[in-house]
């Protein structure tokens, strides 16, 4: 093979906590390469704040986990799906204890925590930074791990498949398999190629399609993009959840205000203090996170307001510092004292619902290729997801992706050709990416955020429909960059959302359409085809 190829077991794609699960739970018997776009620990996982929601009490059950799960999915969900999560969300648990991670007790027991949605207290936590304290004890187990490979600054840029090469050499399409996968080592500005017979896409969601999110910057669609272009079904991908609480503050990027702040008694206010959840649902601050949003919504397009205020004040310094010090600190350091005065929030898209089509072993359409964590659709979330459930989410799945690999037989794949681009060159208007994006992001956001209509879904599918046209000219013309890669599957990922939007024709969990309000009687998911 060339040095600019490379060859293992598995491929894995994103560093959050379904692929470092996956790559540890992997690295015995394979060699294992994780590709990931930028540091190790800069994905989604590392900013959760709440916890990881498992059984843990005598007073819980797995019957009311389930339960919770179904209401908040508003019908969607698939039973096996959610049993099968919940029923090993314990396990999970224990797994990453023995990893080491060190979450709150008390009284020499876990603390459990609640959320909205949650019918008990049975989120596990490490205080108001769960996943940060996962991602490092994961990270540091990784790096220790000689099987592994880490590929950092590495970005996707498209999953190789037997349909691809056997176009390329105008034979008839072979079976769709995947083999590899062509990424941008940005240390060198080359395309390199890496084949394998398993691939596992493990890229989180596109919080970043909107304006306004609690994602960080790697939040870019990347795995539902090229798995849709490498012939994947997607399904559901009109559920994008908006948390209801990001902080409201020039100085603030992305600050999530956790959901434990309001399972720990916190209410949501008018400017005038006049609470106003009770007024939208029995449930009020503990309802899930669709109603939550759409409420503070309503109220601030009502009101011609910049935010609502979330209120923690009433309980004792000492138990805010205590149960949120990353939440109190931050907060402070922008002149608010938690203690004292209420919190400014404003809802912004935070997880997306939808996703690549994967079975319960994580298996796509494409044969060996893998979607685990957000960038998958497993039925687990339906119309809406219940809070703390996508961690576990990404352990549950991992641990049943690899299971899956190692009961397959052994294979060599073949070797593939290097990433061509003898007739590009590189961009002279590089600024127009820059441009594209943040119209983009604009318009997602005005046109196809928590409310919704027929009229601005279609002319968001009319800019989706100009912007595809100008980025596959670049893409087709030009040395690809990492902005432009991330821009071509964000408008592939809007396009998605968009026409998922549009085929759904009721109101139910995170999509809601002025045009139709009503509930259909037969819950359908929807899905589409390449």
Same mark, same amino acid.
């Given at each position: 093979m060339t040095?600019s190829?490379h060859h293992?077991?598995v /491929?894995?794609v994103?560093?959050g906590?379904?692929?470092?699960?996956?790559?540890?739970?992997?690295?015995?018997?394979?060699?294992v390469a994780?590709i990931?776009k930028?540091?190790v620990?800069e994905?989604?996982s590392g900013?959760a704040?709440g916890?990881i929601?498992?059984?843990w009490s005598?007073?819980?059950?797995f019957?009311a986990?389930v339960d919770?799960?179904?209401?908040?999915?508003?019908g969607?969900?698939?039973?096996?799906a #959610?049993?099968?999560v919940?029923?090993?969300?314990?396990q999970a648990i224990a797994?990453?204890?023995?990893m080491?991670?060190?979450f709150?007790?008390e009284d020499?027991?876990?603390?459990l925590?609640?959320?909205?949605?949650?019918?008990a207290?049975?989120?596990?936590?490490?205080?108001?930074a769960t996943g940060?304290?996962?991602?490092r004890?994961?990270?540091?187990?990784?790096?220790q791990?000689p099987?592994i490979?880490?590929?950092e600054h590495?970005?996707?840029?498209?999953?190789i498949?037997?349909?691809?090469?056997?176009?390329?050499?105008?034979?008839t399409?072979?079976p769709?398999?995947?083999?590899?996968?062509?990424? @941008?080592d940005? =240390?060198?500005?080359?395309? @390199?190629?890496?084949? %394998?017979?398993?691939?596992?896409?493990a890229?989180g969601g596109a919080?970043?399609?909107?304006l306004?999110t609690?994602?960080p910057?790697?939040?870019t669609?990347d795995?539902?993009?090229?798995?849709?272009? %490498?012939?994947?079904?997607?399904q559901?991908?009109?559920?994008?959840?908006?948390?209801?609480?990001c /902080?409201?503050?020039?100085?603030a990027?992305s600050?999530l205000?956790s959901?434990?702040?309001?399972?720990?008694?916190?209410?949501l206010?008018?400017?005038?203090g #006049?609470?106003?959840?009770?007024?939208h649902?029995?449930?009020?601050e503990?309802?899930p996170r669709?109603?939550v949003a759409?409420?503070?919504?309503?109220?601030?397009?009502?009101?011609g /307001?910049d935010c609502?205020?979330l209120?923690?004040s009433?309980?004792? !310094? $000492?138990f805010l510092?205590e149960?949120?010090p990353n939440?109190y600190?931050?907060? @402070?350091e922008?002149?608010?004292?938690?203690?004292?005065?209420?919190?400014?929030?404003?809802? %912004?898209?935070h997880y997306?619902?939808?996703?690549?089509m994967?079975?319960?072993a994580?298996?796509?359409d494409v044969?060996?290729?893998? =979607?685990?964590g957000?960038? %998958?659709? $497993?039925?687990l979330h339906?119309?809406?997801?219940?809070?703390?459930n996508s961690?576990?989410e990404?352990?549950?799945?991992?641990?049943?992706t #690899?299971q899956?690999?190692?009961?397959?037989?052994?294979?060599q794949p073949?070797? !593939?050709?290097?990433?061509?681009e003898s007739?590009? $060159?590189?961009?002279?208007e590089?600024v127009?990416?820059?441009h594209?994006w943040?119209?983009l992001?604009r318009?997602?956001?005005d046109?196809?955020?928590?409310?919704r209509?027929n009229?601005?879904?279609e002319?968001a599918?009319?800019?989706?429909?100009?912007l595809q046209g &100008?980025?596959?000219?670049?893409y087709?013309?030009?040395?690809v960059?990492?902005?432009l890669?991330? !821009?071509?599957? @964000?408008?592939?990922?809007?396009?998605?959302?968009?026409?998922?939007?549009?085929?759904?024709? &009721?109101s139910?969990?995170?999509?809601f $359409?002025r045009?139709?309000?009503?509930?259909?009687?037969?819950a359908?998911?929807?899905?589409?085809?390449?």
């Amino acid at each position: 093979m060339t040095p600019s190829s490379h060859h293992f077991d598995v /491929l894995i794609v994103g560093s959050g906590l379904a692929g470092l699960s996956a790559a540890l739970l992997l690295a015995p018997h394979h060699r294992v390469a994780v590709i990931t776009k930028r540091a190790v620990q800069e994905g989604s996982s590392g900013w959760a704040q709440g916890g990881i929601a498992a059984v843990w009490s005598k007073d819980d059950s797995f019957d009311a986990h389930v339960d919770d799960t179904l209401v908040a999915g508003a019908g969607l969900c698939d039973l096996a799906a #959610t049993r099968f999560v919940v029923e090993q969300a314990p396990q999970a648990i224990a797994w990453l204890q023995k990893m080491g991670v060190p979450f709150s007790e008390e009284d020499g027991h876990l603390h459990l925590t609640r959320e909205g949605g949650h019918s008990a207290r049975r989120i596990v936590h490490v205080t108001d930074a769960t996943g940060a304290a996962v991602q490092r004890t994961l990270i540091e187990k990784v790096r220790q791990t000689p099987s592994i490979t880490l590929f950092e600054h590495h970005t996707l840029v498209d999953l190789i498949t037997d349909a691809k090469l056997s176009a390329r050499k105008g034979k008839t399409p072979s079976p769709r398999r995947c083999l590899g996968l062509y990424a @941008l080592d940005e =240390a060198t500005d080359e395309v @390199l190629t890496f084949s %394998a017979p398993h691939t596992i896409l493990a890229t989180g969601g596109a919080g970043k399609v909107y304006l306004y999110t609690t994602n960080p910057d790697t939040a870019t669609g990347d795995g539902i993009a090229a798995a849709w272009r %490498a012939g994947c079904r997607v399904q559901n991908m009109e559920f994008i959840q908006f948390h209801p609480t990001c /902080l409201y503050h020039p100085h603030a990027k992305s600050f999530l205000i956790s959901e434990a702040v309001r399972g720990e008694g916190g209410r949501l206010l008018l400017p005038d203090g #006049t609470r106003f959840m009770p007024q939208h649902d029995a449930r009020a601050e503990l309802a899930p996170r669709d109603v939550v949003a759409r409420a503070i919504d309503f109220e601030m397009k009502k009101g011609g /307001l910049d935010c609502v205020y979330l209120d923690i004040s009433h309980q004792p !310094l $000492s138990f805010l510092q205590e149960h949120f010090p990353n939440i109190y600190a931050r907060c @402070l350091e922008l002149g608010i004292d938690i203690s004292k005065q209420p919190i400014p929030v404003v809802p %912004a898209a935070h997880y997306t619902c939808g996703g690549v089509m994967a079975d319960l072993a994580g298996r796509t359409d494409v044969n060996g290729l893998y =979607a685990i964590g957000e960038t %998958a659709c $497993s039925g687990l979330h339906g119309a809406n997801r219940l809070a703390s459930n996508s961690l576990v989410e990404c352990m549950v799945f991992a641990q049943a992706t #690899t299971q899956a690999i190692e009961r397959t037989a052994p294979t060599q794949p073949p070797v !593939l050709p290097a990433w061509d681009e003898s007739r590009v $060159s590189d961009a002279d208007e590089a600024v127009v990416i820059s441009h594209n994006w943040d119209e983009l992001r604009r318009f997602m956001w005005d046109y196809v955020g928590i409310v919704r209509t027929n009229k601005r879904l279609e002319r968001a599918a009319h800019r989706i429909a100009l912007l595809q046209g &100008e980025i596959q000219e670049f893409y087709a013309h030009f040395h690809v960059t990492r902005d432009l890669l991330e !821009l071509r599957n @964000l408008v592939q990922v809007a396009d998605l959302i968009v026409r998922s939007a549009q085929a759904r024709h &009721e109101s139910r969990g995170l999509h809601f $359409s002025r045009d139709y309000p009503e509930l259909a009687p037969v819950a359908l998911p929807t899905i589409l085809e390449p």
